[in-house]
């Protein structure tokens, strides 16, 4: 398969599911705690007011079990992981340009207290239908999902007095 072949797959799976639609891969070693569980559906998250979400739901196909997952370089832009030979094995590809990376999120009561694993995010090859999850240890198992904003700064009277 090309690259051009590639992206096109690529760009279908994401068309899909940005239509409702659920997309099924197989985990072959399953997901860390949960290695039974190996067949999920992948869909897009539809919120209650149906505006575009960035939010994915990874679902047990075999079980109660799902997870809220996000692209991790919404949270963090320089956001890279390199795998060795192995791992693109597993994956059934030669490149990471075949991958998509999603990171499963941790919610809380408390808006401020949710995270998402950077550490352990999965990887997706939408064309062969196949994911893994792995650590990358460079980065924290909690990572926030809302960072607060710096609190804009105050500025002086003092410098529109008249003197």
Do not use: W
């Not at 590639?6 to 985990?27: K, N, T």
């Not at 994915?56 to 997870?67: C, H, N, P, R």
């Not at 926030?144 to 529109?160: D, E, F, H, I, V």
């Amino acid at each position: 398969m090309d690259s051009v072949e590639r992206h096109e797959a690529q760009e279908q799976l994401v068309a899909s599911l940005l239509q409702g639609q659920q997309q099924i891969f197989f985990f072959p070693e399953g997901l860390l705690g949960f290695s039974a569980c190996r067949r999920f559906t992948l869909s897009r998250y539809q919120s209650a007011d149906e505006n575009e979400s960035p939010f994915f739901i990874l679902q047990a196909v075999d079980g109660d079990l799902s997870f809220p997952l996000v692209s991790p370089r919404l949270l963090r832009s320089d956001y890279h992981i390199s795998l060795p030979p192995e791992a693109l094995v597993k994956l059934a590809t030669d490149t990471m340009n075949d991958l998509v990376a999603l990171a499963i999120v941790t919610l809380r009561p408390q808006l401020a207290d949710i995270t998402a694993n950077l550490q352990g995010p999965l990887l997706l090859n939408p064309i062969a239908r196949l994911g893994l999850q792995i650590v990358a240890e460079q980065y924290p198992v909690r990572h926030p999902l809302l960072t607060q904003q710096p609190a804009p700064k105050k500025r002086s009277r003092r410098g529109n007095q008249k003197r």
